[in-house]
Structure formats: C-alpha cells, structure tokens
C-alpha cells in the first residue's frame, strides 16, 4: 500500500507511507527557504516522488488531514480572521445564534467542507493526481494517530490514552481518546476551538509584540526567569479566561475571541511586566493541561498515554506530565505542531484499509540527502570562496575541531524531519563555557538573549546529566529534564540559564550512527559526552535544505567549519563580509 499525505496549510508538510512504515517526510519550507511556508507542498511531493522512483498514478491513496481548509499562516492584528478556523469566524459573527443555534453551525460546517472539497478537486487538476484517490481525515483525529502509531504503544496490547491539544482545528481545540487493540479509537471528550488554550497562549504572544503560531516558545522560555510571587497577579489574572472544569473533565474558556481578547488584556496588563505575563501564562498552561490529563488518566485508569498536536510543543508543560504518578509510559509526537497531521492521516487511512502492520516513527531522518556529485556541484560555485578539505574520517576530524572550541555546522545525511535539528542539521560546540552563548548569538543566531540552547547526550551516557527516574527515552527534544550536578560544569552552556533544565537529544548509536561516532570522538578526547546543538539556519529562516543554502549560511554568518557530506569547509580570508 503506497499512501501519499499532504497537509497544505502552516508549514506544509508531504510524507509518504508504503507498507505500513514513513519512508519519506519533509516540509516545503526546507526548499523554498521560507520559514513555515504553506500551502501546497509541491516541491516536498516532487522530491518523494522522485527519490521514491513512483508517479502520482502509483499512489493507492492521497490524504488530507482536515475537513475544512487549514490555517495557512500566523494571523495578526492586520489580518484578524482571515486564515482563521471557520468556527472562530462564525463565533465572533453569530456568538448568541451559536449558542442556540447548533443547525447554524452545521450549516456553516457543511459551507466549508464544499470549499475545501473543490479546492482538493483544483489541486488534483494542477498537479496531476486522481481524485478518486482522495481521502480526508479529520484534524484531531490525525494529530492523535500521529502520536498514537508513531509511538510503540499502538502495537502493544492494552489501552492507550490519546490527547489532542492545539489551536484550532475542524472545529475541535482537544480531545481526549482511548485505544485497545480490540476496540479501536474511541473518543471520550472533544473541546470546541471556543475553548482553546493554545489559542490564548497564541494571543498573549501577540500580545507581547511576537508572532503568533510562531514565537509561542519565547514566550515558554522567559517564564522560568520570574518567580511565582511575581507572577501571581498573572496567574490569576489567566484564570479568568482559561481554566480546568473538574465537573467533566473540560477545558472551559470565557468567550472573548481575537481582537476582544487582546483589547481586554491591554486593559488587565497594561503596565505589567512581560515576564510576570509569560511566567502567568505559563504557570496557567502547566495548570490547566496538566489539570486535564491528570483527570482523564485517573477517570480510565489507562496508565499510558500519547500526546499530539501543537500544545505539546510545551516541553516544560510534558515534563509536569511525564512525572504524573498516574501514568507509567508516556510519548509526545515529535514536531506536534500541524505539519505532523501528515504522518497521522497516513497511518489513519493504511490502518483503516486493512494494513497489517504499521511501523511505529523509529527516527526523524526522513528528509532529502545528496549525494556526492550533488555536493561537489555546489562546492564547485563557491571554490574561490571557500578552502576545501576531504578528512580520511570526517567524524573523529570534526570532533577534534570541536574539542578545540571551534563551531562548525553539520549537514550530513538525510535531514531530520519537524521543528528540532537532530545533528544532521545542526550548528555544534562545547557546551562547557557559557560565554559560547553570546558567541553564538552575535555571530550566527541573533537569538532573543533570554532562550536557552539545547545539547545532544549520548544515550549510554545520559544518566551523567539528567535526572530521568522513569528511563523516558528523548531522542527528539520533545520535554525538558532537571539536571545533575556534573551538566552545570559539563554542559552548561546548553541549559537554560535560570532553572538549569534542558531539553536534551539522547543519541541512539542504531539510529544515528555518524553522530553517535562523533560523540563518541569528543568524549574520548574531552571526557564530556554532550554537545550544544543548535539547528543549522540564521535567525529567521528554516533549517537549511540543500547544500548551497548551507554554504550561503557559511558565507554570510561567522561559522568556523562546515561539514558538507565528507568535506570539510571553511570561508577564504576576507570573503565574508
């Protein structure tokens, strides 16, 4: 079974399942170097399909994750609902009707579906594909097989806990579901997108003068910085708009959507200071899910649970979450944000027709890579820029430069699918000198002075730096750890500079073994087995892509190296600017 999964909105996304596993996956950002590019993701379907050696008219299925047309970018104050989740629109327009009104509503439902039905119709006479072939899969329900079959527990007996949290989407901003082997997917509570709390975490993010869908994660990394007697007013200034209803197990929010809402915190926070609101907002977030989950594991007593959509790009909110006595095993989709819908309604569709064993996401490395003629093309249009090199082991050659305190960007391999730089694509340095931050930030990353960066563990080794009771397997920086003594001399400079915790990529040596040497290397030669990893791109921009964008990075930042594949690269005296 060849299935094809298209999600065309924020950070577009293609992935393709053939035989039950992910073979290939990435986002159109990675080629047009746009950050969260959306839309159709035809040069992402153009490199599958290429790489894969199929056509269009090979595909079995091709899948949508939403019912109705998806957000394509942030919204803003100039553009308040355009873009927007249909039920936001009719809320604002008709909020009394809405409430009496459920044939409105379902009007308004079925109004929409037909559009984004002629648009797939559009899309399969532009781009070639059969529309018989077509299949839709609600928004939450393939965020929740994302996490669900991407994780190890869909193939293990027992039942499994499924969450669903983001902004909006087909109506729905959570839902809560069980799932056996013998029943199935079931849903056991659904939260309208009236009620969403990833949207008031987007809106405050407006607020604050930031993007929204974007720079949600500033506003998380500012929170450790502020003590909760500062941000008590905050807190519970939040919790008039958001809050937990222990009746039913609900997230419940008042109804103050868009521009309303941001006009009544100018009015609540007008003179507060930003950081008391991001460690409020934070504080309330940490409450509310953790509130929910903690409810829903208690009322089924099912002690494991996986967890997908945007929301659960809070890692300091999974972190509370894995610590829940209530739940024994737990696992967050990696890059939960829309442009792993993809992946969800691929595994939605192959286990609805029958598929006899779905593979559960053992890696990230699904992305494109070059081969060797491919990276000499490009070296070639920079050869009067750049002094080349070809080490006789470009591993234990970078982990030497390393260890020398050289920064040096890696491009090497498949490139790791979603929002978090895996090595593959990553900028690496010490981590044991906190004055490589501001290093870092002046010459490459312009990064906001108060976020922290991240560091790579070996796995073997990890129990060195952090305090990890439950043995929670992290290969993807999905939630934060506490540390140990030995990371805040070891690693410092991959912490965050308040709180000391760090949201870490354990290095698996079967899933990534080049990285896994390299890490290797420089413990031998530094007795350390972390790295600061920091994603390969100038502040801005996606992750790099192709092998030009990464030597175009080199050229226009203050990186020492660059490792292309097997070579080594370093710019000319002079020839930056």
């Keep these: 079974m060849k299935i094809l999964a298209v999600h065309d909105g924020h950070n577009a996304t293609a992935c393709f399942l053939e035989d039950g596993e992910i073979i290939s996956m990435v986002s159109e950002e990675r080629f047009t170097n746009i950050k969260n590019q959306g839309g159709f993701p035809s040069l992402s379907i153009e490199w599958i399909l290429k790489t894969q050696a199929i056509s269009m008219a090979d595909l079995d299925y091709i899948v949508f994750p939403h019912l109705v047309s998806p957000v394509m970018y942030p919204f803003n104050s100039q553009s308040e609902w355009s873009k927007r989740d249909l039920f936001m629109l009719v809320n604002q327009i008709f909020p009394k009707s809405i409430i009496g009104s459920p044939s409105l509503v379902g009007s308004y439902i079925k109004l929409f579906k037909r559009v984004r039905v002629s648009t797939l119709k559009s899309y399969s006479q532009k ?35 499924v969450f669903t949290c983001d902004d909006s989407g087909d109506g729905l901003s959570s839902t809560v579901a ?15 997108s009236f009620h969403s709390i990833g949207d008031l975490y987007a809106r405050v993010t407006q607020y604050l003068g930031m993007k929204a869908g974007e720079h949600e994660y500033k506003v998380m990394g500012m929170a450790p910085y502020v003590s909760e007697e500062s941000s008590q007013g905050a807190y519970y200034k939040f919790l008039e708009y958001i809050n937990f209803d222990l009746k039913n197990g609900a997230i419940k929010k008042n109804r103050l959507y868009g521009k309303r809402m941001l006009k009544r915190m100018k009015n609540d926070f007008f003179m507060e200071r930003f950081d008391n609101v991001c460690g ?6 940490e409450h509310v899910v953790v509130s929910w989950v903690r409810y829903w594991a208690q009322k089924t007593c099912i002690r494991t649970a996986v967890f997908g959509g945007g929301s659960f790009m809070n890692v300091k909110a999974n972190m509370l979450i894995s610590q829940l006595k209530e739940l024994d095993h737990v696992y967050f989709c990696p890059s939960s944000g829309d442009e792993s819908t993809a992946m969800g309604a691929a595994y939605y569709v192959a286990q609805k027709n029958g598929e006899k064993k779905i593979e559960p996401l053992k890696s990230l490395y699904k992305g494109p890579s070059y081969n060797r003629n491919e990276v000499e093309a490009a070296l070639e249009k920079y050869k009067d820029q750049t002094v080349i090199e070809k080490p006789a082991d470009i591993d234990v050659h970078t982990a030497g430069l390393l260890s020398d ?40 990353k312009m990064r906001d002075f108060w976020m922290p960066f991240a560091p790579s563990i070996l796995e073997e080794d990890s129990d060195r730096y952090l305090s990890n009771p439950n043995n929670i397997l992290c290969p993807n920086m999905t939630l934060t750890f506490e540390t140990n003594k030995e990371a805040r001399c070891e690693i410092i400079s991959a912490l965050h500079p308040y709180d000391f915790s760090c949201r870490p990529q354990i290095v698996n040596k079967e899933t990534n073994q080049s990285y896994h040497r390299l890490l290797l290397s420089f413990q031998e030669l530094t007795g350390y087995s972390g790295l600061l990893n920091t994603s390969f791109n100038l502040h801005g921009s996606p992750i790099v892509g192709t092998p030009e964008n990464a030597l175009n990075t080199l050229m226009t930042s203050r990186i020492d190296y660059l490792v292309l594949e097997e070579y080594l690269v370093r710019a000319k005296p002079g020839c930056r600017p």
């Design 127 to 161: 781009f070639g594909f059969d529309f018989d072939k077509v299949c839709q899969v609600e928004h939450h329900t393939s965020h929740g097989y994302a996490a669900l079959y991407g994780s190890v527990y869909s193939a293990e007996e027992g039942d499994v806990l």
């Design 178 to 192: 069980a799932w056996s082997m013998e029943k199935g997917y079931r849903i056991l509570q659904q939260t309208p």
């Design 280 to 285: 409020g907002l934070q504080r309330v977030f």
């Design 405 to 444: 305190g050289k920064i040096i960007a890696r491009f090497r391999g498949p490139a790791e699918w979603g929002a978090r730089a895996l090595g593959n694509r990553s900028i690496l340095c010490r981590a044991d000198d906190p004055r490589i931050i501001s290093i870092l930030n002046k010459a490459i």
